[in-house]
C-alpha cells in the first residue's frame, strides 16, 4: 500500500509563507509524468493549485499565480509547493496527486495524500 507523505501546513497570519511537502516513502515518482496539487477548502470543491511535468514545465492556478511555487527534488523524490504572500481565501486542506513507482518497476500508479491543512488569519 503506497501511502503519499504531506507535511508543511500549519497556521499563518495574512501575509506569511509556508512550504508544503509530498513524497512516498520506498517509492520514485521519477518518469511518472505530470504532479499536481490540490486544495480543498470547507463546503467547497476541490480546486486545482498547481502542476509540474516530467521536463520541470510549472503551470498554476490564476488565483495563485506569482504567489505560489511548485517544485521537486528528483534525489529525494520530493514535490513541494511554497506559499508566499498568503491570503485567507487560500485557507484549505491541501493535496499532493503523483504517480509512483517501485525502482525496479516502469509501472506508474496515480495516488493522492490525504491532505495538510493550511490556515490563514486576517
Known amino acids: 500500500q503506497v501511502r503519499l507523505v504531506e507535511s508543511g501546513g500549519g497556521s499563518v497570519q495574512a501575509g506569511g509563507s509556508l512550504r508544503l511537502s509530498c513524497t512516498a516513502p520506498?517509492?520514485?515518482?521519477?518518469?511518472?509524468?505530470?504532479m499536481d496539487w490540490y486544495r480543498q477548502a470547507a463546503v467547497e470543491q476541490r480546486e486545482w493549485v498547481s502542476s509540474?511535468?516530467?521536463?520541470?514545465?510549472?503551470h498554476y492556478a490564476d488565483s495563485v499565480k506569482g504567489r505560489f511555487t511548485i517544485s521537486k527534488d528528483k534525489d529525494k523524490d520530493t514535490m513541494y509547493l511554497q506559499l508566499n504572500s498568503l491570503k485567507p481565501e487560500d485557507t484549505a486542506l491541501y493535496l499532493c496527486?503523483?504517480?509512483?513507482?517501485?525502482?525496479?518497476?516502469?509501472?506508474?500508479?496515480?495516488?493522492w495524500g490525504q491532505g495538510t491543512q493550511v490556515t490563514v488569519s486576517s
Open positions: 509540474i511535468a516530467t521536463d520541470g514545465t510549472t
Open positions: 520506498g517509492f520514485t515518482f521519477d518518469n511518472c509524468g505530470m
Open positions: 496527486r503523483m504517480s509512483v513507482r517501485r525502482t525496479w518497476s516502469t509501472q506508474c500508479t496515480n495516488y
